[in-house]
């Protein structure tokens, strides 16, 4: 692979998305005082091979091993940064099970551990709004890479990781909880966190900042849209 592009066609590198206060969100009652706050997110530029350090044998590794099974590595990682000195993969997230088994499996590759799920929400990325991103630990080699996979609003649906690192099983579940990413295959998908019957994902950026009234000590502290607001 010869790099060049992130997933959705932007090749990365650029200015990258306009966001407007603290958390995203629009008319719920920010009392956070950062409502104002505008920044510009640049876009990690997408790289290009030779990518440095062990990055090109992990990845020669791991083409070698989908050419083994009948793949190519192309059709399943999309692009690749190594930005901060990290190698990240972006993965089409059918196949994220077999990049994870061959990363875990292959000699060369050894990425035993799974350290955790974190889910991502970029509302202005149309089509591919919601993201997870597994971390991997080779404990034989002392390596890092993350995998990071992409799902649209309208179909927010991942293959469960539970398989081959069963270590994800609470970690995917926090993220479905928060998110609202659905991880096909996982044995027990239910809120680890939130109430069963809560509405919504709370850390999505589209989540209204109101929240419910909350008892403390015996006083009532009403819920933030009600309070003092800095506008």
């Known amino acids: 692979m010869t790099g060049g592009r992130l997933p959705g066609g932007a090749t990365g590198g650029g200015i990258g998305a306009e966001r407007r206060g603290l958390f995203g969100v629009r008319g719920s009652g920010d009392t956070s005082g950062y409502g104002r706050l505008v920044r ?4 990690p530029p997408a790289a290009r091979r030779p990518y440095g350090r062990w990055f090109d044998d992990a990845a020669d590794a791991l083409a070698a091993g989908l050419e083994r099974v009948g793949g190519a590595f192309d059709d399943a990682v999309e692009a690749a940064t190594t930005e901060f ?6 993965v089409r997230r059918d196949r994220l099970p077999l990049v994870a088994q061959l990363l875990r499996d292959d000699p060369a590759l050894r990425f035993e551990l799974c350290l955790g799920v974190s889910g991502v929400h970029h509302p202005e990325q149309a089509g591919r709004e919601l993201h997870a991103v597994y971390h991997l630990l080779s404990i034989t080699h002392d390596r890092r890479v993350r995998l990071e ?7 927010p649906h991942v293959p469960t990781l539970t398989g081959v690192y069963p270590t994800t099983d609470w970690h995917e579940r926090e993220t479905y909880d928060f998110f609202g990413l659905i991880f096909d295959g996982h044995p027990a998908l239910t809120r680890i ?25 015996g006083a009532q502290i009403p819920p933030p849209e009600s309070r003092r607001s800095y506008n």
């Open 193 to 217: 966190e939130m109430p069963d019957d809560w509405e919504g994902h709370p850390q999505r950026k589209d989540y209204p900042l109101g929240g419910i009234p909350v008892e403390y000590h």
């Open 149 to 155: 996979v992409e799902a649209p609003d309208s179909d």
């Open 85 to 90: 000195g990290e190698l990240t993969l972006y």
């Open 40 to 43: 510009r997110v640049p876009e």
